[in-house]
């Protein structure tokens, strides 16, 4: 248990740098050791000779960064591997259209209104999912529709959009290239990630 006194302001505030230090320590660095991180801290608050020179430091950088990136290049492998088969096999399936561009949709529900074109701007309800079906976006679940420009949202969308007529309800099923590409979107979507919206064409409001 620490004898630390951290009533003061200036414990409390020291010991908030060192908890911000260590969470991020621990989020880029698996292998990340807290006693030799504590001697490194300690020599370098105190003035003490460096224990380890910058080289070896640099060095150990550089084979952790790689490490780093290794973990990365197989995480983004299996997550457009996993992208690829889904579609592949959901590309088989009755009632399922596949575009030139890769789209994959499923009509739920055909409108007989107007069809929205590039500069339209439109007002939808959709539910956005992962493949493992996490939802990860819905403007059902806010009770509220939302509006935009068809030509302003990922590709997959304003290919779809350009297609339904309103009153239409579709299931889209988006590939990677088609929605947030080699770098996902936030902490939700990864690199790689196909996608699956369910999307209700409500209105063009212009």
């Not at 959901?90 to 994959?104: K, M, P």
């Not at 107007?114 to 309800?125: C, K, M, Q, W, Y």
């Amino acid at each position: 248990m620490s004898t630390i006194d951290f009533s003061s302001s200036a414990a409390k505030a020291s010991y908030g740098i060192g908890l911000q230090m260590g969470q991020q320590l621990k989020k880029v660095f698996n292998g990340v050791t807290l006693q030799a991180a504590l001697a490194g801290i300690e020599d370098a608050f105190n003035g003490n000779e460096e224990r380890v020179g910058h080289e070896d430091v640099n060095a150990a950088f550089e084979i952790i960064q790689q490490q780093i990136q290794a973990e990365e290049a197989e995480k983004t492998t299996k997550l457009a591997s996993e992208g690829a088969a889904f579609l592949a096999e959901n590309a088989t399936r009755e009632g399922i259209v596949v575009t030139d561009s890769g789209l994959q949709y499923q009509v739920l529900q055909q409108g007989d209104g107007a069809v929205p074109t590039a500069r339209s701007v439109v007002r939808t309800h959709y539910r956005g999912t992962l493949l493992d079906g996490t939802e990860f976006d819905s403007s059902y679940r806010r009770n509220e529709p939302t509006e935009f420009p068809v030509g302003g949202v990922i590709a997959g969308w304003t290919e779809a959009l350009q297609k339904m007529p309103v009153g239409s309800k579709w299931k889209l099923f988006i590939p990677h290239n088609l929605a947030y590409g080699e770098r996902g979107a936030g902490g939700d979507i990864g690199p790689y990630q196909a996608l699956i919206f369910e999307i209700e064409l409500l209105d063009i409001v212009r």
